[in-house]
Structures are given as C-alpha cells and as structure tokens.
T-cell receptor, first 109, second 112 residues
C-alpha cells in the first residue's frame, strides 16, 4: 500500500522567507502528485498538479517538483506572506489518491 | 460553476440515528469519492465511484453506504450512527481516478 509522509508536521517562519515543504511516498508507480492547501474549517484547495511525466509545476510564488525515482516531491514557497499560513497536504495518485497528514505552516508578520 | 457542493455543513446526531450526507458536482466528473478527516490520521477514503452505477469500498467503509445513480450526485449514508463516526467528511471529484482532485467544503458531523 502506498504511504505518503510529510515532514515536518509544523513549521513556523518569519514573513519574507523562502521555504520548502517535503512530501515522500513509498511506491514510485504514481500517475501524478498533487499539492493542496487547507485553511482551518475549510475544504482542500488544489494548488499544483504534477503529472508523472513532469518534473515540476509553477504557479505564482509556488513551485512544486517531483522525483519519482527517489519518491519525493517538494513545494517551494517564495517570499512567504502571513496569508500563506495554512496546512499543506500532498497526495499521490495510484489506483486511489493517497494523502499525507500535512504540514501546518505559520508565517509570522 | 459551483464545483463540489456538500450539504449539510454541520450535523449533530444521536447514536443509532441514520442520515445522508449529500454531494453534488457540476463538472461532469466520472470519479467521486468520500473521505473522513480526523486529527492526526489524515484523510481516509470511505467509498468511491468511477461512474454512474459503479461504487467500491475504500479504506474505512464499515457503517457507510453509497450509491451513484447519476454522474452529478454521490450521497453518503450513515446507517446507524456511532460516536466513532464523529468526524469531518469531505466529498471530492475528478474527471478520472488519476486526474486533478477537487474537494467540497466539508460536512462536520458530531454523534452523541
């Protein structure tokens, strides 16, 4: 069974810092890797989707990379802002979607 | 486009009661799924469907029923609610089981 891990569980950074969130998965036979944002009491919002044939995707200040061979994906957030504070989850798609437990990010003004 | 719509947003039940969580999507997605989210356990798949008339069990199906009579709707039924089913429930859909996944806002259920 696919297992997805996100470390650290929580991260606190000062505003303006660049940061990297990590996602690792045990089975490299995935169709895609998707990053989500979840605000407290809300649903999951899709941020970036990386197809298995791709190495990275970018949207604004966000850049996600995928290395299937090592079972890793990273989400890079440039020039972090307090509004980026949220929980970030990754999901690996195989025959189902397998989720990590997320990294809770706090950006301190 | 409303995306994925879940109702109700909040519900309190007594042990043994039954209820249905509604989920509808207007994106013509074939794949629909239900998850529950509990602190420290992440998202766990309850049931999923790859098209109208087709459903299958996920990781934690016990105590839940689903049906898929139309492409748009995928209701989740709790047959006899138990306190262990207190959770936040999310419906999600995608054009396929390997495509981009879109979520509803969630339904917070408390079973007393």
């Amino acid at each position: 069974k696919q297992e997805v891990t996100q470390i650290p569980a929580a991260l606190s950074v000062p505003e303006g810092e660049n940061l990297v969130l990590n996602c690792s998965f045990t089975d490299s036979a995935i169709y895609n890797l998707q990053w989500f944002r979840q605000d407290p009491g809300k649903g999951l919002t899709s941020l970036l989707l990386i197809q298995s044939s791709q190495r990275e995707q970018t949207s604004g200040r966000l850049n996600a990379s995928l290395d299937k061979s090592s079972g890793r994906s990273t989400l890079y957030i440039a020039a972090s802002q307090p509004g980026d504070s949220a929980t970030y989850l990754c999901a690996a798609s195989g025959n189902q979607f397998y989720f990590g437990t997320g990294t809770s990010l706090t950006v301190i003004p | 486009n409303a995306g994925v719509t879940q109702t109700p947003k909040f519900q309190v039940l007594k042990t043994g009661q039954s209820m249905t969580l509604q989920c509808a999507q207007d994106m013509n997605h074939e794949y629909m799924s239900w998850y529950r989210q509990d602190p420290g356990m992440g998202l766990r798949l309850i049931h999923y469907s790859v098209g109208a008339g087709i459903t299958d069990q996920g990781e934690v199906p016990n105590g839940y029923n689903v049906s898929r009579s139309t492409t748009e709707d995928f209701p989740l039924r709790l047959l006899s609610a138990a306190p262990s089913q207190t959770s936040v429930y999310f419906c999600a859909s995608s054009y396929s089981s390997t495509g981009e996944l879109f979520f509803g806002e969630g339904s917070r259920l408390t079973v007393l």
